[in-house]
């Protein structure tokens, strides 16, 4: 392995924010914070949003800058690029931002019954070939409603027309409540107010790659319940 990923891996070690539980604690252990992110690891009662697909964290770091009045939780199953956001949660001293290293398949080992208030899908693989593998399909919606508060909020923002294309299709299969849909959210941009503006003009490392090819970054914010 490249030696600065190994680098990345030993610090996050060290990092009170980061955590990478075995496999035992989707399995036959039952994770210590499930139920009680809020109380015992942030110390206060402050709603959860996660990220997942976090990749880098961009939008659980930029959320966290915005809104210290909430607790974000970034979830990826790739570690050198979690660091990226860790590393920027420790410099910047912000209290309220975790990584979370795990597969998204496992989420409700991780949280309990109404424990989270949104979701952020951010660039999310399309799965060209697998839809229930889409973080959209009715098999994660069912894990996120396990988890979710009810009238939570779940985000997709995405540059393929297949994912969006995909959940607009899910949503009216299964009467999900849209708040917000939009193909093209830079043209639509005034149409939010000021605060969801700039919640928007945050970009993901993917994010950049497809807008500088040209990609149409699309919207859509739905409660499941
Ligand atoms: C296309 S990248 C987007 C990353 C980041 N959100 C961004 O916009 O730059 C998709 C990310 O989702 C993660 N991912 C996909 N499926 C996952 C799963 N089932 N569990 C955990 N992570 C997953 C991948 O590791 C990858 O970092």
């Known amino acids: 392995m490249a030696k600065n990923k190994l680098r990345r891996f030993d610090e996050m070690k060290e990092m009170s924010h980061v955590f990478e539980p075995t496999i035992a604690f989707t399995k036959t252990e039952k994770w210590p914070l499930k139920g009680k992110w809020a109380a015992e690891f942030f110390k206060n009662d402050h709603p959860i949003v996660l990220e997942l697909g976090c990749g880098k964290g961009e939008y659980t770091v930029g959320l966290a800058r915005k809104y210290p009045e909430k607790n974000f939780i970034g979830v990826d199953i790739k570690g050198a690029r979690m660091w990226v956001g860790a590393k920027s949660a420790q410099e910047e001293g912000l209290k309220n931002v975790v990584f979370l290293r795990t597969k ?106 497809f807008s500088e090819k040209g990609a149409v970054i699309k919207y859509t914010q739905f409660n499941i319940h």
């Not at 989420?107 to 952020?120: C, D, K, L, R």
């Not at 889409?134 to 779940?154: D, N």
């Open 104 to 209: 998204i398949d496992f989420i409700e080992a991780f949280f309990g019954a109404g424990e989270i208030a949104e979701i952020w899908l951010t660039f999310s693989d399309p799965q060209p070939q697998k839809p229930r593998k889409r973080l959209t399909s009715a098999y994660f919606i069912q894990k996120y409603r396990e988890i979710l508060v009810t009238g939570g909020i779940v985000h997709l923002k995405t540059d393929s027309d297949l994912l969006f294309e995909f959940t607009e299709e899910e949503i009216k299969t299964h009467g999900y409540k849209v708040n917000h849909l939009t193909w093209d959210v830079y043209r639509d941009l005034s149409t939010f107010d000021e605060d969801t503006q700039a919640v928007l003009a945050i970009k993901t490392h993917y994010e950049s790659l």
